[in-house]
């Protein structure tokens, strides 16, 4: 990358965070929508899963390639392409006709987001290559994020009292046009000048390997894990990573350097990314659910319901430079992961009236967690690579960003729908069907109750009600300790880390002896 003044670097951050940050309004926007998606298409409870986690799983699967594919193409162009794809995909969703066809548009969206995500980062490493700056800058760029999730929920919540479901996803295709004129005007190019040929194995084993793993994991949680589809997804996807491993290992141009795994600050920070989404997306899909379902809100109620979350972790990702100077990034980290499980724990409380003091109290906490350590993570595995491989890191950061997100609506949504069916305790007199019905879903619950006596229909409101609260009684508790598990975890693995990683010393030219090594081992 030209070297660019200190005025045009921080105009193209500006940039990058409007692109960013419509990843962000499009996952929380969804959430509002399930209840009238649910409404208008019927779709399953299975396949509302699907809805809301496939376009994670599919970006997720694709970042490693995306990422590198921007080293190699140049991550200016390879935004822009994927900025253009996004818009386009966005208008599909919005008038998808049917679950099915929703769920391929909301994959197709999710390939294009898998091109903006890395391109952000790894266009920032380059930009920013003070350390101070740096770490200012993916604050900037983190809390920005955060502000599209708040505005995501705001503004699909007055689109939703106004419009159809679809129109909740119309928001990015004004924006994207934007973020593509200005971007192409502003940003710099970049790439690796020495990127070696793409391995196409490389490629389809990262993909199958990611997808594979999660779906297992997804569809284990729903239907239990011996089921065949289970059992063949985890095999087929474990294999794919193993192997993938192995090859990377022995490439001299490997599609991502493994050998980053073996340093603690980059295994703990991804590791601690993906625990802190994981905790703030998962909390977000079933209180959204809970604060329509069971306390009757708006779609704009609610969203206005979560903006604490996203104010407190915009407040927490702003400061988080500051926090990880005066206190260590191990400690940062560990402390953010640390609020966020108290955030989980809360929810014990939550009571099936009158609940939001309760909800309010757990967004705060896991707003401040999440902000703040996902800013030290992302900036933490951003030090620790030379400028030349920023897009396969960035893309690793990410991974572990959207899996985590995937993983905390698969896991806790189907952890959350077993114990609901185990509590449900229905009136008798039901006609079959009914049954059937409310023992899906709580949102399949309230649709039949509309169509019962009035007797009957308030017992099944109230039966509902009460073992959904119950679900989420169990299950944030179970995540809390989970997550609490990792927040001491992190405390350990990245003891001794320093307040200020500078820079890389790959960034730096290599001696002829340490050349010499270098080529040997690759060679090996």
């Known amino acids: 990358m030209t070297p660019v003044s200190r005025t045009r670097r921080w105009a193209a951050l500006a940039t990058l965070c409007l692109a960013v940050s419509l990843i962000a309004i499009d996952g929380t926007v969804l959430h509002l929508a399930i209840p009238r998606l649910t409404e208008a298409l019927q779709p399953t409870s299975t396949q509302i899963l699907w809805i809301a986690d496939i376009y994670g799983f599919v970006l997720g699967g694709l970042l490693i390639t995306a990422g590198n594919a921007g080293d190699r193409f140049g991550r200016k162009r390879v935004l822009l392409i994927g900025v253009a794809a996004f818009g386009l995909a966005s208008l599909a969703t919005a008038y998808a006709p049917t679950a099915e066809l929703l769920i391929v548009a909301r994959a197709v969206l999710g390939v294009a987001g898998a091109t903006i995500m890395p391109s952000t980062l790894s266009i920032i490493r380059n930009l920013f290559t003070d350390p101070r700056e740096r770490t200012t800058a993916i604050g900037l760029w983190s809390s920005v994020t955060t502000a599209g999730a708040a505005a995501g929920p705001l503004l699909g919540g007055l689109l939703l009292d106004n419009f159809w479901w679809g129109s909740v996803f119309l928001i990015n295709v004004p924006v994207m046009v934007v973020v593509l004129i200005v971007a192409a005007l502003t940003l710099p190019e970049s790439r690796n000048p020495d990127p070696g040929p793409l391995d196409l194995r490389s490629v389809l084993l990262s993909v199958v390997g990611v997808i594979g793993v999660i779906y297992a994991v997804k569809e284990a949680a729903h239907t239990g894990v011996a089921q065949t589809g289970v059992l063949v997804a985890a095999v087929v996807g474990v294999g794919a990573l193993i192997l993938f491993w192995r090859r990377q290992s022995r490439l001299t141009h490997p599609l991502i350097d493994v050998s980053l795994f073996r340093r603690r600050a980059f295994s703990g920070a991804v590791g601690g990314d993906m625990v802190a989404v994981f905790a703030l997306v998962g909390t977000l899909f079933f209180l959204s659910l809970y604060l329509q379902f069971v306390l009757g809100w708006t779609p704009l109620q609610a969203g206005l319901a979560q903006l604490p979350a996203m104010g407190a972790s915009m407040v927490a990702a702003l400061l988080a430079g500051r926090l990880a100077m005066a206190w260590g990034r ?7 992961l640390g609020l966020s499980a108290a955030g989980l724990a809360v929810l014990v409380l939550l009571p099936t009236e009158s609940g939001y003091p309760v909800v309010l109290g757990s967004l705060l906490l896991i707003g401040i967690g999440a902000g703040l350590s996902f800013t030290v993570t992302a900036d933490t595995v951003l030090a620790t690579v030379p400028k030349e491989r920023a897009g396969s890191a960035s893309a690793i950061a990410e991974t572990a960003y959207e899996l985590g997100a995937a993983l905390g609506i698969a896991l806790i949504g189907s952890l959350l729908g077993g114990i609901y069916r185990q509590t449900l305790r229905l009136p008798v007199g039901l006609p079959a069907e009914a049954v059937d019905a409310a023992r899906d879903s709580i949102g399949t619950a309230l649709h039949a109750a509309a169509s019962l006596p009035v007797e009957l229909a308030a017992g099944v409101v109230a039966a509902a009600s009460a073992a959904f ?56």
């Open 469 to 524: 609260v119950q679900a989420v009684n169990v299950t944030s508790l179970i995540c809390g300790v989970a997550v609490a598990v990792v927040a001491v975890t992190a405390l350990f693995t990245l003891r001794g880390l320093g307040t200020v990683i500078e820079e890389h010393p790959l960034d730096r030219p290599l001696s002829p002896s340490q050349s010499t090594e270098s080529k040997q081992g690759a060679d090996r």
């Open 330 to 336: 191990a400690v940062a980290i560990s402390v953010g």
